[in-house]
């Protein structure tokens, strides 16, 4: 906006400058505020998915459209004319009878290991460890372009971004995508959208050998669908419960907030924020809203799913555990008690020679220093 060049002629150069320059027009302040939500939203996808999907997103005319899936699964065909590809894929191949080790051990180069994979989903469902969290972005969109199927088959498990010792928690929207995984290994539901089952589950090393709490797989969705009865206090008490927080104003990942009968809410595994609009109980409409400005956009969404923000569920039955816990340890009021006479007295009289003789040192060796 407010960008270009004059037309040629005598005074092309200052028409341009003044142009550049000069103030909006009339048509150009009546785009400006739906103009400066997208400026928002292009530096929102810059900070969370890079420069290049941004400038893919927001230069272009019309929305770029991704390398179509399932686009090389005729060269797939092809391969399979190939006996010993085709004996990996359909599990011809003999296991060795080993009780130590029955792996077997397959040399494929590396632009041959997504087709492998595709190809092998066919029969069963496949399981890809790979070295790191990028190798696994990269694996994924690859396995899709060779698998003719449903593009949503393939996941990827990705692995907290905290270490171990760290006394920080992984970010909302790694805590969602995993739990996403988590519900659809243990309850896929054929035809699904959302919680359809997994073909192909991509994860770097560390996502293995992770510890993961028990249950997590059947944490109960929380789900808003158009024209489906839902209580406003009961869904925000979940929200509350899968660890969103609850704010006034709706910014980042992870929040919501009620205003009358309308809840907006960020879950981390959408690009924008929803607003839900209740009739009742009754879930009226479900749009994407701009969190710059706070208006809505697009047309209606039929579903949207809330995954949990935090893996460890605050049940009941957590935080009774986390009670019987507490007790063994002393209260705050018994630590701040002040230190007995006697153990100060002590650790007075065997500092104090040492003090005494640095001090005195200090005096000899700077004796122009006033002390």
């Known amino acids: 906006m407010g960008v270009g060049h004059a037309q040629r002629g005598a005074h092309a150069h200052d028409n341009t400058v003044n142009w550049v320059l000069g103030g909006f027009g009339p048509d150009q302040r009546k785009q400006l505020p739906e103009f400066l939500a997208d400026g928002a939203d292009a530096a929102e996808t810059i900070i969370f998915n890079g420069l290049a999907k941004a400038q893919e997103q927001f230069n272009a005319a019309e929305p770029v459209q991704l390398p179509t899936s399932g686009s090389l699964a005729g060269i797939l065909d092809v391969l399979e004319t190939d006996e010993d590809f085709r004996a990996l894929i359909s599990d011809e191949i003999e296991v060795p009878e080993s009780d130590i080790d029955p792996s077997i051990t397959v040399g494929v180069p590396e632009g041959l290991r997504p087709a492998l994979a595709a190809g092998a989903a066919g029969t069963r469902p496949v399981v890809l460890v790979v070295a790191s969290g990028r190798e696994a972005e990269e694996m994924v969109e690859a ?202 007295s002590k650790a007075w009289n065997r500092c104090f020679p040492h003090w005494s003789m640095i001090w005195n040192r200090c005096r000899a060796c700077f004796p122009s220093v006033r002390w």
């Open 143 to 344: 396995i899709r372009s060779w698998y003719s199927g449903d593009p949503n088959d393939v996941a990827q498990l990705e692995a907290w971004e905290t270490l171990p010792h760290e006394r920080l928690s992984p970010r909302a929207d790694t805590v969602a995508s995993r739990m996403a995984v988590f519900r659809r290994l243990m309850h896929p539901q054929e035809g699904s959208k959302l919680f359809g089952p997994i073909r192909i589950l991509v994860m770097p090393v560390r996502s293995l050998i992770q510890p993961v709490v028990a249950g997590l797989g059947d944490v109960e969705p929380l789900v808003f669908s158009q024209g489906e009865e839902l209580a406003l206090d009961e869904a925000s008490h979940r929200l509350v419960e899968n660890a969103y927080t609850r704010v006034d104003l709706v910014m980042d990942r992870g929040e919501f907030a009620v205003r009358g009968g309308i809840i907006d809410v960020f879950p981390p595994t959408l690009p924008h924020p929803v607003r839900i609009e209740f009739f009742g109980d009754e879930i009226d409409t479900i749009k994407e809203f701009h969190a710059s400005d706070q208006r809505t956009y697009g047309s209606d969404i039929p579903m949207v799913w809330a995954t949990p923000c935090r893996e460890l569920q605050l049940t009941e039955k957590v935080r009774v555990r986390a009670k019987s816990l507490i007790a063994p340890f002393q209260t705050p009021k018994t630590c701040l008690n002040p230190l007995p006479t006697p153990f100060l």
